[in-house]
């Protein structure tokens, strides 16, 4: 890509709806960065598999059921910010994803830039249902984007079990994103006003996507 950005920047949040491509730009942030990438997930199973206090009590919610609360997933992420690999920041992949969280997360961690991937509703919908993957090696295709070269054949490793994940149909899909827009439209709000948010266009080839918010986080220099 070229672009540098300042290595002294702290901690960098990145959303955007579910198949905006945050995963491969995740990617591209933290090679120009440095930066490790903290998601809420991996720190719940990270948490649950030490048997960590955090994790005794996450999982008193997860096999009820319920939601983890906003307090201890706060308190996996102030474990996390005081390691090693943390000191120059991180790169919250995900999270926050409300202004309770935003405001909590302020406590405990300067975040510098809040780079939000926005892509049209019916743009995710065609993404994402549109997908799907091998059961073998994990190889990604796309009926119109990125076909296998043989129909029910993987091209990396030869296997016919080329499957969908049931949950990437257009219901489900669809209430995904009223439920990011929902969460997300007053966090994005919050932080803007606040001087931190860099929106990219996410509805364009990857390159330039990637491009676009290396040249937002360079306006964040000295």
């Known amino acids: 890509m070229g672009t540098q950005v300042a290595t002294h920047m702290a901690s960098i949040v990145l959303f955007g709806p579910p198949g905006a491509g945050k995963g491969t730009q995740a990617a591209l942030i933290m090679a120009e960065t440095g930066l490790p990438q903290v998601s809420t997930g991996d720190m719940l199973r990270a948490a649950l598999a030490e048997g960590s206090a955090l994790g005794i009590e996450a999982k008193k919610y997860m096999d009820a059921g319920l939601l983890v609360p906003d307090s201890v997933i706060i308190g996996l992420i102030e474990v996390r910010v005081e390691q090693d690999d943390a000191s120059g920041g991180v790169l919250f992949d995900g999270f926050p994803r409300t202004i309770a969280q935003a405001e909590a997360l302020s406590l405990i961690e300067d975040v510098d830039a809040v780079i939000s991937i926005e892509v049209p509703d019916e743009r995710i919908v065609d993404r994402i249902c ?11 295709y796309h009926e119109t984007f990125n076909p296998s070269a043989e129909q029910g054949i993987c ?17 489900t899909v669809r209430s995904r994103l009223e439920a990011y827009h929902s969460q997300t439209a007053p966090l994005a709000q ?6 931190k948010l860099i929106i990219v266009d996410g509805d364009k080839d990857i390159a330039e996507v990637g491009n676009d918010i290396l040249a937002g986080m360079a306006g964040f220099r000295d």
């Not at 549109?130 to 990604?140: F, I, L, T």
């Open 130 to 140: 549109g997908r799907y993957s091998c059961g073998d090696c994990g190889a990604v």
């Open 155 to 171: 091209d990396a490793c030869s296997s016919m079990k080329l499957k969908r994940r049931a949950d990437d149909n257009e219901e």
């Open 190 to 195: 919050w932080y803007d006003e606040r001087g």
